[in-house]
């Protein structure tokens, strides 16, 4: 069994999502996931952007539409083509301040795109540009240094996990909740996935 | 308060991370810390690499890596210098047969580089070529169609979370404490994260 | 004016280029582009592979075959589908040796693609695979050492330029021409490129 | 031989590199080496930056760059440190329009890297940002449709190669050129960049 720091941090998160994922509004998620499935349903295409680890959780995220059967592409990326009214963005940022994320919808939305948020922030940059907008809890403030000795040494309540940790796992799991939500609204199953899973890696 | 699959599964998959992480042994898990704190100590490199979902929970524990001062390098990108003797390859595969991968250790292994693999299978052919193993929980087989839809109508006992997911999302949870517990023992505090952090994105 | 090395290591490529472009098969070519249009028309996909300046070269024309309403995806990116049978992958390695590359053709062949190669040696392990080939002239040796200060110094006729550079450089110009062919055997004009370029970059 | 448009749009970008690279401007040349060579000798970072095809062939230099010792990156990578005050940042726009890529050099210039930029438009948000240009000619405006037949059919003037291609093909020789001079400079062997070379691939 796993101990020290590395059980106590993984601990610390999970209880984090756990709790986190009860916060996540019912009706942002609703409105998020009908977003997806209508633009499936209308020919639309999906962009994903985010930077940095973000931008990780997009990928993960994008790979899943990609074998349920939705068009997605990722900003950035060899094969990209251009946007167009009513596709959709789907924009990852903890802050909602990453510049070129906050470009990228700012170009998305002047085109007619619908930009959808993941964001712990409704009200940063990248927030007020939303349509549609799914709040996702993470850290609100980068925690001090002396604090961060105190709770690793005393347990105090500030996280260990550091940066933005907390939000990107939140919302990978978040994610990976709602591709299952997607594989039974639209009928997929996991052969399905599968059957659109890349086979040349 | 977010209801329907998207939670259910999101549970679900907390719920395996949970036990997961009391499974993974922690004697490889200090095997594995010691790879990468040596390496670091005597000024090697850390080389990651993974395909799919599996590559992006890599490159996000690589990133991590750069912050905590360490000289890493992901395999396919364009700034990669050559791997030599006493570097290390961290490769993550759950199922530990993706080509790419174990073409990446066996080249990495020939020259004298020792492989970390992350996975579910020791005996797969990367477990095989690993000088240190993690072994990560995750699922054992592709579920079968019919049981998929069992499990969703009827709450049976197989995951609803498909293919990787569960063995990627343990694997993220698990290398964020890995993260921590780095931190501790190297005395490197979140501000000095955030000064390694990239300012251009 | 542009003078020193840059010029003349500038003359010396655009010189090989233009023998190259002259040594290339019309017939290789022709077989190129039919095997390329017959997939569009066919609703197959083009997938393209190559390992660092190749690929680079590789994915430079993937971008184009886009623009050109091509169904293109590149191996190792985020949104890659499953290659099936008859589907084509354009592999680019100048010494045909390259272990990824000539791993994803294998893959591909095994599946039913049709593997095309361009690299300077046909009876290397890609050239081997390919059902469709180009020869691209190249460097055939690396260098010796000492021949290349004699070369810089007293003009003898080893290439200055280095490497894969040369393979590389014709790749890209003679691939920059299949694209304008396409383009007229298509009846696709540049206003129709530039409608499906990237707008979000 | 190769014949056809393929062969004549090829030798067109060929005539157009040969013209384009006298007409680049040696001082100019030589402030961009002159910065190299500092940010080399002083222990500074090269950072490199280019949307689409103008990025791909910025990812190419950069490569080269590597396999010359310089300590370099690419913006957008996973591996990404910050860029600090006297770094280099290298932008690659055409157009010298491109947002991201301007974005990213204003935030490279406020923290007081030093920005070189390889554009065709010396007037434009880059080459107004830029502390070093190099003015690497390139088509100047999209050329209208019926020009396109009109010169495809009767060999009128304008050039057959689309969009960026002639910006893209002069730039990447340009900089294989400047890879030799500063092999040269470095007193760099072709085997010593062999040694840095990417070995796991």
């Known amino acids: 069994m796993v101990t020290g720091l590395t059980r106590d941090a993984a601990v610390e ?8 994922i009860e916060l996540i509004s019912d009706s942002e998620k ?25 931008g990780l959780v997009a990928k993960a995220f994008a790979m899943r539409l990609l074998h349920l059967g939705f068009n997605v592409y990722v900003v950035g990326e060899t094969i990209l083509p251009p946007i167009v009214k009513e596709d959709v963005l789907l924009a990852v940022s903890g802050s909602g301040r990453t510049k070129s994320v906050v470009a990228i919808a700012e170009a998305a939305k002047a085109i007619g795109a619908r930009v959808v948020a993941l964001t712990t922030f409704p009200d940063s940059p990248l927030g007020k540009i939303a349509d549609i907008l799914v709040r996702i809890p993470g850290r609100t403030k980068l925690a001090k240094e002396e604090d961060y000795y105190v709770r690793q040494v005393m347990g105090v309540h500030e ?38 899973h890349a086979n040349l890696e």
Do not use: H, W
């Open 159 to 196: 996280p260990l996990a550091p940066l933005g940790t907390l939000f990107e796992a939140t919302t990978m799991i978040f994610l990976d909740g709602v591709v299952v939500e997607l594989m039974n609204k639209l009928g997929i199953t996991e052969a399905e996935l599968q059957e659109r």
């Open 30 to 54: 609703e409105a998020f996931l009908n977003t997806l499935l209508e633009a499936r349903k209308n020919g639309k295409r999906i962009f994903v952007t985010g930077a940095g680890r973000s």
């Open 13 to 20: 998160i999970i209880d984090f999502i756990y709790k986190a």
